[in-house]
């Protein structure tokens, strides 16, 4: 039987501080037997889960999950995850420089990272839950011009999750060549086909197999 074709959407996530590397394998192997689009998991584990499963689209964060490390700090980070196996990117911005409506600070550490990670992906997570509309539709124009892959809406450590509206918020105000992340609380296949019907291309989750597997 072929996996639910859902599955290709999903980023299969564990970045607990405590995650073991037992449960890092067992994300993996699930990664690979239903065919998702990634796993995304702590950089400490990038380069075991390399060396164990050779052919995996491995992610990992950067700068997580508060996201106001140095960009010099980001970038050292990156290229590590990089070197040890890390096929994509997920950084978080510095929320004090938006809170400081230093737009342009964030765009151009944004372009930093993007010219480390090359070919390789890159998503910015905002962290939608701190932000009011007009520093979303910012951080929206700041992607674009920094030409990331991905806008992520969330770390899934804040005080909110992802959120429909914001979706349709950054549909609106990406460029064409952006895509659309949402993580964190997303729970059932209803809220998943929600989400990739108002624009997404990742759906950033924990709970994959047991929003898929239910039926």
């Given at each position: 039987m072929q996996p639910n074709p859902l599955f290709t959407y999903i980023d299969h996530t564990a970045l607990k501080p405590y995650t073991t590397w037992d449960e890092i394998k067992t994300l993996c192997q699930e990664a690979v037997t239903y065919q998702m689009a990634s796993v995304c998991i702590p950089g400490c584990y990038v380069k075991k889960a390399r060396e164990d499963f050779k052919s995996l689209n491995i992610c990992t964060v950067v700068g997580f999950p508060l996201g106001y490390s140095t960009t010099e700090a980001k970038i050292a980070e990156t290229a590590a995850a990089l070197k040890d196996g890390a096929n994509e990117i997920d950084m978080v911005i510095n929320l004090c420089d938006i809170k400081n409506k230093d737009y342009v600070k964030a765009e151009k550490e944004i372009s930093l990272l993007k010219e480390v990670t090359g070919n390789n992906i890159l998503k910015v997570i905002i962290e939608t839950c701190y932000l009011d509309k007009s520093e979303k539709i910012e951080l929206?124009?700041?992607?674009?011009?920094?030409?990331?892959?991905?806008?992520?809406?969330?770390?899934?450590?804040?005080?909110?999750?992802?959120?429909?509206?914001?979706?349709?918020?950054?549909?609106?105000?990406?460029?064409?060549?952006?895509?659309?992340?949402?993580?964190?609380?997303?729970?059932?296949?209803?809220?998943?086909?929600?989400?990739?019907?108002?624009?997404?291309?990742?759906?950033?989750?924990?709970?994959?197999?047991?929003?898929?597997?239910?039926?």
């Amino acid at each position: 039987m072929q996996p639910n074709p859902l599955f290709t959407y999903i980023d299969h996530t564990a970045l607990k501080p405590y995650t073991t590397w037992d449960e890092i394998k067992t994300l993996c192997q699930e990664a690979v037997t239903y065919q998702m689009a990634s796993v995304c998991i702590p950089g400490c584990y990038v380069k075991k889960a390399r060396e164990d499963f050779k052919s995996l689209n491995i992610c990992t964060v950067v700068g997580f999950p508060l996201g106001y490390s140095t960009t010099e700090a980001k970038i050292a980070e990156t290229a590590a995850a990089l070197k040890d196996g890390a096929n994509e990117i997920d950084m978080v911005i510095n929320l004090c420089d938006i809170k400081n409506k230093d737009y342009v600070k964030a765009e151009k550490e944004i372009s930093l990272l993007k010219e480390v990670t090359g070919n390789n992906i890159l998503k910015v997570i905002i962290e939608t839950c701190y932000l009011d509309k007009s520093e979303k539709i910012e951080l929206c124009k700041a992607v674009t011009r920094a030409q990331a892959d991905y806008i992520k809406t969330s770390t899934g450590f804040g005080t909110a999750g992802a959120a429909l509206e914001d979706i349709k918020l950054m549909k609106s105000n990406i460029g064409p060549a952006v895509k659309i992340k949402a993580a964190g609380g997303i729970r059932s296949k209803e809220e998943l086909e929600a989400y990739i019907k108002a624009g997404c291309s990742r759906i950033g989750t924990s709970s994959a197999i047991s929003m898929l597997l239910k039926e």
